[in-house]
Protein backbone atom coordinates (compact mmCIF):
# COMPACT_ATOMS: atom_id res chain seq x y z
CA UNK A 1 0.00 0.00 0.00
CA UNK A 2 1.99 3.39 -0.88
CA UNK A 3 1.93 6.24 1.72
CA UNK A 4 0.39 9.63 1.37
CA UNK A 5 2.87 10.39 4.36
CA UNK A 6 6.52 11.26 3.31
CA UNK A 7 9.59 13.33 3.90
CA UNK A 8 11.60 15.26 1.52
CA UNK A 9 15.33 15.99 2.59
CA UNK A 10 15.43 19.66 4.52
CA UNK A 11 16.59 21.63 1.16
CA UNK A 12 17.85 25.13 1.36
CA UNK A 13 17.81 27.70 -1.48
CA UNK A 14 17.37 31.21 -2.05
CA UNK A 15 14.57 33.01 -1.04
CA UNK A 16 13.13 33.45 -4.94
CA UNK A 17 12.92 29.43 -4.81
CA UNK A 18 12.72 28.30 -0.95
CA UNK A 19 8.80 30.05 -0.41
CA UNK A 20 7.92 29.04 -3.85
CA UNK A 21 9.03 25.15 -2.77
CA UNK A 22 7.79 25.64 1.12
CA UNK A 23 4.48 26.79 -0.54
CA UNK A 24 4.07 23.68 -2.83
CA UNK A 25 4.42 21.24 0.18
CA UNK A 26 1.64 23.38 2.27
CA UNK A 27 -0.41 23.10 -1.42
CA UNK A 28 -1.06 19.34 -0.70
CA UNK A 29 -0.92 19.48 3.14
CA UNK A 30 -3.37 22.01 3.42
CA UNK A 31 -5.72 19.52 1.10
CA UNK A 32 -8.56 17.41 2.70
CA UNK A 33 -6.28 14.40 2.02
CA UNK A 34 -4.38 12.16 3.57
CA UNK A 35 -1.08 13.88 2.57
CA UNK A 36 1.61 14.65 5.00
CA UNK A 37 4.54 15.96 3.76
CA UNK A 38 7.70 17.10 5.72
CA UNK A 39 10.97 17.93 5.35
CA UNK A 40 13.52 15.74 7.77
CA UNK A 41 17.43 16.11 7.67
CA UNK A 42 17.74 12.20 7.30
CA UNK A 43 14.88 11.70 4.33
CA UNK A 44 16.27 9.42 1.68
CA UNK A 45 14.11 11.53 -0.60
CA UNK A 46 15.06 14.25 -2.15
CA UNK A 47 14.76 17.54 -3.97
CA UNK A 48 17.19 19.37 -6.45
CA UNK A 49 16.87 22.46 -8.18
CA UNK A 50 19.51 23.41 -10.44
CA UNK A 51 20.17 24.18 -14.49
CA UNK A 52 19.93 21.32 -16.48
CA UNK A 53 20.56 21.08 -20.13
CA UNK A 54 16.89 18.95 -20.83
CA UNK A 55 13.77 20.52 -21.64
CA UNK A 56 11.62 19.25 -19.20
CA UNK A 57 10.56 21.51 -16.00
CA UNK A 58 10.91 18.70 -13.32
CA UNK A 59 11.44 15.40 -12.96
CA UNK A 60 10.33 12.13 -10.80
CA UNK A 61 12.71 9.49 -10.41
CA UNK A 62 11.23 6.88 -7.91
CA UNK A 63 12.94 3.73 -6.60
CA UNK A 64 11.45 0.33 -4.75
CA UNK A 65 8.01 -0.74 -4.65
CA UNK A 66 5.27 1.38 -4.57
CA UNK A 67 4.76 1.29 -0.86
CA UNK A 68 6.18 3.37 2.29
CA UNK A 69 9.70 1.65 1.61
CA UNK A 70 9.75 3.58 -1.75
CA UNK A 71 12.15 6.06 -2.17
CA UNK A 72 12.33 9.18 -5.10
CA UNK A 73 14.48 11.76 -6.29
CA UNK A 74 12.70 15.31 -7.40
CA UNK A 75 14.99 17.42 -10.12
CA UNK A 76 13.83 20.92 -10.85
CA UNK A 77 15.09 22.32 -14.13
CA UNK A 78 16.11 26.26 -13.20
CA UNK A 79 17.14 26.84 -17.09
CA UNK A 80 13.85 25.53 -18.42
CA UNK A 81 11.24 27.36 -15.21
CA UNK A 82 13.29 30.51 -15.62
CA UNK A 83 13.22 30.42 -19.37
CA UNK A 84 9.45 29.81 -19.28
CA UNK A 85 8.48 31.28 -16.41
CA UNK A 86 5.80 34.78 -16.88
CA UNK A 87 5.47 34.39 -13.13
CA UNK A 88 8.67 32.38 -11.40
CA UNK A 89 7.23 32.16 -7.96
CA UNK A 90 4.14 30.08 -9.23
CA UNK A 91 6.04 28.52 -11.70
CA UNK A 92 8.39 26.66 -9.08
CA UNK A 93 5.27 26.05 -6.90
CA UNK A 94 3.28 24.85 -9.71
CA UNK A 95 6.03 22.25 -10.96
CA UNK A 96 6.97 21.19 -7.40
CA UNK A 97 3.33 20.86 -6.79
CA UNK A 98 3.29 18.60 -9.90
CA UNK A 99 5.96 16.34 -8.76
CA UNK A 100 4.79 15.94 -5.10
CA UNK A 101 2.17 14.70 -6.80
CA UNK A 102 3.72 11.79 -8.08
CA UNK A 103 4.89 11.18 -4.45
CA UNK A 104 1.04 10.91 -3.61
CA UNK A 105 1.28 7.88 -6.35
CA UNK A 106 -0.61 10.67 -9.25
CA UNK A 107 0.26 10.19 -12.90
CA UNK A 108 1.10 12.49 -15.35
CA UNK A 109 -1.71 13.75 -17.49
CA UNK A 110 -4.79 11.87 -16.25
CA UNK A 111 -7.35 11.27 -18.73
CA UNK A 112 -10.15 13.36 -17.50
CA UNK A 113 -11.77 16.93 -18.84
CA UNK A 114 -11.08 18.48 -15.09
CA UNK A 115 -8.65 20.60 -14.37
CA UNK A 116 -5.73 18.93 -12.88
CA UNK A 117 -1.98 19.59 -11.43
CA UNK A 118 -1.01 16.66 -13.07
CA UNK A 119 -1.46 17.60 -16.16
CA UNK A 120 1.02 19.51 -18.86
CA UNK A 121 -1.84 21.58 -20.40
CA UNK A 122 -2.08 23.56 -17.34
CA UNK A 123 2.04 24.53 -16.75
CA UNK A 124 0.79 28.60 -16.70
CA UNK A 125 -2.39 28.41 -14.26
CA UNK A 126 -2.40 25.96 -11.69
CA UNK A 127 -0.52 26.07 -8.66
CA UNK A 128 -2.25 24.45 -5.75
CA UNK A 129 -3.73 20.66 -6.55
CA UNK A 130 -7.57 21.00 -7.31
CA UNK A 131 -10.60 19.05 -6.83
CA UNK A 132 -10.03 16.57 -9.55
CA UNK A 133 -6.12 16.11 -7.64
CA UNK A 134 -7.85 16.13 -4.19
CA UNK A 135 -10.48 13.36 -5.15
CA UNK A 136 -8.04 10.99 -6.74
CA UNK A 137 -5.63 10.95 -3.87
CA UNK A 138 -8.52 10.31 -1.58
CA UNK A 139 -8.94 7.36 -4.22
CA UNK A 140 -5.29 6.24 -3.44
CA UNK A 141 -5.42 6.48 0.23
Known amino acids: MPSASFSIRTFSYNP ?3 GPLTNGISNWNGTATPAAI ?5 SRNTLTATSYSDTWY ?5 SG ?4 SRTFTIKLNSRTIA ?5 F ?3 VTRVFSHELGHGLSMADNPSTSSS ?3 KYTAWSTLVKPTAYDIAEV ?4
Open 38 to 42: GTLSN
Open 16 to 18: SWQ
Open 116 to 118: SIM
Open 65 to 68: PRDS
Open 89 to 91: SNM
Open 138 to 141: NRIY
Open 58 to 62: GLFTS
Open 83 to 87: RDATN
